[in-house]
């Protein structure tokens, strides 16, 4: 079964400070997505970022941008100048046989500190 | 244009008894997800429809059975809860049917169920 692993559990960062989380991932597609979700306190997922797989070029969206490493099937998140708000757990997803379905990986709970 | 909308927020159910969850979207997607989160496990698939009047099981689809009435809901039915089924559900969609907007293949989240059975 195609799996997503997620190593840390928790972490914490000092406000302003950068910040990685692990993902790594087990597929034998060659074409597959992959997704950070970020679920705060309110519980609400919210999407912040995805890369393709086809894709060479790491994908960017502001403070947050990833490594993704294909041949290791790594997809790091880096969340630059953290903000209290990026307070939450986070979600590494892949897509799953092809489809749309997604393998979540456990996640890991964030915590910025002033 | 509300996205993903569940009822209800919280139930709690004793052992035995049944219901349903419901889900809906507004953005015309074809698949549709409901998910199990429990504590220290991630999210899990339960059940999967990739289009109006199809379903699919997921990783852990025993206890449940779903239903998409149309392409814009997509229930989910305890017949004899369990504690066991205690967990937040989420519902969710998402479209691939074109790869040239944004979100293709993203999965937009509902806020989800948070469900107690004693």
């Known amino acids: 079964a195609q799996t997503v692993t997620q190593s840390q559990p928790e972490m914490s960062v000092q406000e302003a400070e950068t910040v990685t989380l692990s993902c790594t991932y087990d597929?034998?597609?060659?074409?597959?997505?992959l997704f950070w979700y970020k679920q705060p306190p309110s519980r609400q997922m919210i999407l912040v970022i995805r890369q393709e797989a086809y894709k060479q070029q790491n994908a960017t969206e502001n403070r947050f941008s990833v490594n993704f490493q294909k041949a290791a099937k790594s997809f790091s998140l880096k969340i630059s100048d953290s903000q209290l708000g990026d307070t939450a757990m986070y979600f590494c997803?892949?897509?799953?046989?092809?489809?749309?379905?997604?393998?979540f990986g456990k996640g890991t709970k964030l915590t910025v500190n002033p | 244009n509300a996205g993903v909308t569940q009822t209800p927020k919280f139930q709690v159910l004793k052992t035995g008894q049944s219901m349903t969850l419901q889900c809906a979207q507004d953005m015309n997607h074809n698949s549709m997800y409901w998910y199990r989160q429990d504590p220290g496990m991630g999210l899990r698939l339960i059940y999967y429809?990739?289009?109006?009047?199809?379903?699919d099981k997921g990783e852990v689809p025993n206890g449940y059975n779903v239903s998409r009435l149309n392409k814009r809901e997509f229930s989910l039915r305890l017949e004899s809860a369990a504690p066991s089924q205690t967990s937040v559900y989420f519902c969710?969609?998402?479209?691939?049917?074109?790869?040239?907007?944004?979100?293709?293949?993203?999965?937009?989240f509902g806020p989800g169920t948070r469900l107690t059975v004693l």
């Open positions: 429809s990739a289009s109006e009047g199809t379903t």
């Open positions: 597929t034998s597609e060659s074409n597959y997505y």
């Open positions: 997803a892949s897509t799953q046989g092809g489809s749309e379905k997604l393998v």
């Open positions: 969710a969609s998402s479209d691939k049917d074109s790869i040239f907007i944004s979100s293709y293949n993203e999965q937009f």
